[in-house]
T-cell receptor
Framework: DTGVSQNPRHKITKRGQNVTFRCDPISEHNRLYWYRQTLGQGPEFLTYFQNEAQLEKSRLLSDRFSAERPKGSFSTLEIQRTEQGDSAMYLC???????????????????FGEGSRLTVL | RKEVEQDPGPFNVPEGATVAFNCTYSNSASQSFFWYRQDCRKEPKLLMSVYSSGNEDGRFTAQLNRASQYISLLIRDSKLSDSATYLCVVTLFSGNTPLVFGKGTRLSVIA
């Protein structure tokens, strides 16, 4: 499968613990995005990378949230000192900023993974 | 004001009906607009882009009114398989920038 891969798919943790999610994007995509989605809401933008550069991080929910993409390939999203309000689905998406080899230019299409569901007890 | 506002629905319509969804966006700098579809317990997927001139893809028609900062999606001859949540999406800033999503409008097509 060459789609976006996220793991773990489910994580149950106790309040105050740290958790880390990993995202492996589609290999030829240079952009990687993190979103959070709660029940009945649309995906909420958190941060994104172009290659290894984090271009926007002001939307990260608090300083307990951090993301990295050290080699411009996979990315990790860490939540420190988890709170019950952090319970949500964390979605990763990837895209090409230029439309890749299709020649069509940027299409606005994000390819999402199946998400990592976090439950904080 | 939220960046993207949509009526959450649900819209319950019979097969064959025509249904329209609307959304408004707050940032006049947004330059690109899309509709995504999200099935229950699945990830969002691009349905179609939205252009000022309007665009059609089979039974689906999308329109943009930049002056009113308003986007619409029309679905004709609804099918059971159209049942999903439809997400209105705009770029965060100008140009080729991250996408922000509305909370979505839920559609149920009933036999």
């Amino acid at each position: 499968d060459t789609g976006v891969s996220q793991n773990p798919r489910h994580k149950i943790t106790k309040r105050g613990q740290n958790v880390t999610f990993r995202c492996d994007p589609i290999s030829e995509h240079n952009r990687l995005y993190w979103y959070r989605q709660t029940l009945g809401q649309g995906p909420e933008f958190l941060t994104y990378f172009q290659n290894e550069a984090q271009l926007e991080k002001s939307r990260l929910l608090s300083d307990r949230f951090s993301a990295e993409r050290p080699k411009g390939s996979f990315s990790t999203l860490e939540i420190q000192r988890t709170e019950q309000g952090d319970s949500a689905m964390y979605l990763c998406a990837s895209s090409s900023s230029t439309g890749g080899t299709s020649g069509r230019g940027w299409t606005g299409e994000l390819f999402f993974g199946e998400g990592s569901r976090l439950t904080v007890l | 004001r939220k960046e993207v506002e949509q009526d959450p629905g649900p819209f319950n319509v019979p097969e064959g009906a025509t249904v329209a969804f609307n959304c408004t966006y707050s940032n006049s700098a947004s330059q690109s607009f899309f509709w995504y579809r999200q099935d229950c317990r699945k990830e969002p997927k691009l349905l179609m882009s939205v252009y000022s001139s309007g665009n059609e893809d089979g039974r689906f028609t999308a329109q943009l009114n930049r002056a009113s900062q308003y986007i619409s999606l029309l679905i004709r001859d609804s099918k059971l398989s159209d049942s999903a949540t439809y997400l209105c999406v705009v770029t965060l800033f100008s140009g080729n920038t991250p996408l922000v999503f509305g909370k979505g409008t839920r559609l149920s097509v009933i036999a």
